[in-house]
């Protein structure tokens, strides 16, 4: 999947999607799907299932029932590359979770150098301008303050979700 992807048709297809904990069903049925280059936002309340979505989409979750498929593979173990599939699709979740000893553009670039095994130098380049577009670029020697943390759009997740070679699936809350 990595690097091969089809770039066309459909991106990301969800058809009949369940999740339960115990009797508890948290998704009930959820069937939708997505272009490629196309961004989708979750919304809904709290403990409507959201988060619960987002992670059974990336296998974090295993859903009870129904299909997922990513760039026209079915995403189950045995199936596809579960740590592969992982490397293209990038989420951002409402709780910011930064290493607070790491710079902001540290954390930003963490991703990429980490999961794509970027060079520390382009993933620092990529990291920067992803920081200077949102206009939130600190000085390369701020720590990561609860400020930051706030006014970002969520440290290394930012750089997951906005690279170019990524395919990202964002979930967002309303905030009350």
Known sequence: MAGGM?????LLVVD??????GS?????????DMDFKER?????????????L???????EPPSAGRITFDGKLVEPGKCDIRRLREDIGMVFQQ??????????????????VVKK?????AEVEAMELLVKRSVAPRRSQACSDEWRRTTAGGHSACACHAPEAHAVRRADVLH
């Open 6 to 10: 089809m770039s066309q048709g459909k």
């Open 16 to 21: 009949d999607l369940h999740k339960s904990f």
């Open 24 to 32: 508890l069903e948290v998704i009930k049925g959820v069937s939708f």
């Open 40 to 52: 989708l936002v979750l919304m809904g309340p709290s403990g409507s299932g959201k988060s619960t």
């Open 54 to 60: 987002v992670r059974c989409i990336n296998w974090i």
């Open 96 to 113: 910011f979770n930064v290493f607070p000893h790491l710079t902001a553009l540290q954390n930003v670039a963490l991703g990429p150098i």
């Open 118 to 122: 970027a060079a520390r130098k382009a």
